[in-house]
Nanobody
Framework: QVQLVESGGGLVQAGGSLRLSCVVS????????AGWFRQAPGKEREFVAS????????FYADSVKGRFTISRDNAKNTVYLQMNGLKPEDTAVYSC???????????????????WGQGTQVTVSS
């Protein structure tokens, strides 16, 4: 049974930082691409960042480029999202996802992912 469990969310002031973690069990993360998505109240889920199986390629939404960094530790079956310079508009539930993909590419579309976590709330106050 595949499980993805996010942690690290919370309440932070604008300009602050958080690091989200996503621990994967039930499959070996090293042959999977991974992504982070977010959904704010009343809005559709949107792509935040993705990373290929090796960590050699990362992709970001324009809204977070230069502020967020996605990384992974395959030995720990964990994907991270370091979020710096947080803004109130970053407030959302953040979810991680994974899919089998042994290429340099990692998808941006939510429908392309096979496994999902339940999400962790990030709230940024102004």
């Amino acid at each position: 049974q595949v499980q993805l469990v996010e942690s690290g969310g919370g309440l932070v002031q604008a300009g602050g930082s958080l690091r989200l973690s996503c621990v994967v069990s039930g499959h070996t993360l090293s042959t999977y691409a991974a992504g982070w998505f977010r959904q704010a109240p009343g809005k559709e889920r949107e792509f935040v960042a993705s990373i290929n199986w090796s960590g050699g390629s990362a992709f970001y939404a324009d809204s977070v480029k230069g502020r967020f960094t996605i990384s992974r530790d395959n030995a720990k079956n964990t994907v991270y999202l370091q979020m710096n310079g947080l803004k109130p508009e970053d407030t959302a539930v953040y979810s991680c996802a994974s899919k089998p993909a042994w290429t340099a590419w990692a998808p941006r579309g939510a429908t392309e992912y096979d496994y999902w976590g339940q999400g962790t709330q990030v709230t940024v106050s102004s």
